[in-house]
Nanobody
Framework: QVQLVESGGGLVQAGDSLRLSCAAS????????MGWFRQAPGKEREFVAA????????YYSDSVRGRFTISRDNALNTVRLQMNSLKPRDTAVYYC????????????????WGQGTQVTVSS
């Protein structure tokens, strides 16, 4: 059983940056592809980014590519999401998730989820 705990959310202004962190425990971290998802009020959860087990490959949604960077530190069992040039439409609860599967883009493929951290971007 893997436990995931996100941190780093907050209230920022448009154009600002935030870095989210997700600490994992209870499993072998580098067995999992790690992903970030987000859910805005009244909207479905959406894929944001994913990183392969070794960190050798990263994937992004079109809406964040070029602004967000996902990274992981397998020695520290941590995955991070650096978010730059934030926009009001980035406002959402951000979730960290872990999957042992191959479909990195689908939330249904993920086995474990954190509790989420709120990111609010004001205009």
């Amino acid at each position: 059983q893997v436990q995931l705990v996100e941190s780093g959310g907050g209230l920022v202004q448009a154009g600002d940056s935030l870095r989210l962190s997700c600490a994992a425990s209870g499993g072998t971290f580098n067995n999992y592809v790690m992903g970030w998802f987000r859910q805005a009020p009244g909207k479905e959860r959406e894929f944001v980014a994913a990183i392969l087990r070794s960190g050798s490959g990263t994937y992004y949604s079109d809406s964040v590519r070029g602004r967000f960077t996902i990274s992981r530190d397998n020695a520290l069992n941590t995955v991070r999401l650096q978010m730059n040039s934030l926009k009001p439409r980035d406002t959402a609860v951000y979730y960290c998730a872990a999957t042992s599967g191959q479909n990195y883009f689908s939330g249904s493929a993920y086995d474990y989820w954190g509790q989420g951290t709120q990111v609010t971007v004001s205009s």
